[in-house]
T-cell receptor, first 114, second 111 residues
Framework: GAGVSQSPSNKVTEKGKDVELRCDPI?????LYWYRQRLGQGLEFLIY????????KSGLPSDRFSAERTGESVSTLTIQRTQQEDSAVYLC????????????FGPGTRLTVL | SQQGEEDPQALSIQEGENATMNCSYK?????LQWYRQNSGRGLVHLIL?????REKHSGRLRVTLDTSKKSSSLLITASRAADTASYFC???????????FGQGTRLTINP
């Protein structure tokens, strides 16, 4: 079956603009995660969705960042009033609700804020 | 915040040699996983080792876990040029549903 997909693959925007990033998880995966990865760095957890439970937003770096998920499908990550420091690859991952925490990652969206 | 720390940050070896990467973490964990990343894009899951396991094998990969030292190692035997990538360890704390990733080891295999 299809893996996790993300769009766009690349996004260049001007400082101050809003951007919206999309993630389509693997069908049937109840958990969905967003991460940020700056150049040469590890992954920073941003937000986690699990079914209909309240999302874990503890990793969102500021109130300019928000995310939504419709049921157990598509998720969008929105960054308002983008700053140059927001430039990074944004990765989405999904997994089943089982005990194993193996996550399946999408290819990421490379965001460049000029 | 990042819990795992990989060591070394970068490793360059000749094809055919073995590559060893280490990971340290700070809290009690449920399991530890290793992921591979090519060209700064999506990660691929390599292997998972549970907290009650000490060693695990998968093909040319061997992972060890020492919970008393809060450390893990990933060994890639008989390395190939295609193994060139960044390797990350990730841990999940008991009761938590999110993974905490280390900074990664950049592995280069020279032909």
């Amino acid at each position: 079956g299809a893996g996790v997909s993300q769009s766009p693959s690349n996004k260049v925007t001007e400082k101050g603009k809003d951007v919206e990033l999309r993630c389509d998880p693997i069908s049937g995966h109840t958990a969905l995660y967003w991460y940020r990865q700056r150049l040469g760095q590890g992954l920073e957890f941003l937000i986690y969705f699990q079914g209909n439970s309240a999302p874990d937003k503890s990793g969102l770096p500021s109130d300019r960042f928000s995310a939504e998920r419709t049921g157990e499908s598509v998720s969008t990550l929105t960054i308002q009033r983008t700053q140059q420091e927001d430039s990074a690859v944004y990765l989405c991952a999904s997994k089943t609700s089982g005990a194993s925490n193996e996550q399946f990652f999408g290819p990421g969206t490379r965001l460049t804020v000029l | 915040s990042q819990q795992g720390e990989e060591d070394p940050q970068a490793l360059s070896i000749q094809e055919g040699e073995n590559a060893t990467m280490n990971c340290s973490y700070k809290t009690s964990i449920n399991n530890l996983q290793w992921y591979r990343q090519n060209s700064g894009r999506g990660l691929v899951h390599l292997i998972l080792i549970r907290s009650n396991e000490r060693e695990k094998h998968s093909g040319r990969l061997r992972v060890t876990l020492d919970t008393s030292k809060k450390s893990s190692s990933l060994l890639i035997t008989a390395s190939r040029a295609a193994d060139t990538a960044s390797y990350f360890c990730a841990t999940d704390e008991w009761g938590a549903q999110k993974l905490v990733f280390g900074q990664g080891t950049r592995l280069t295999i020279n032909p």
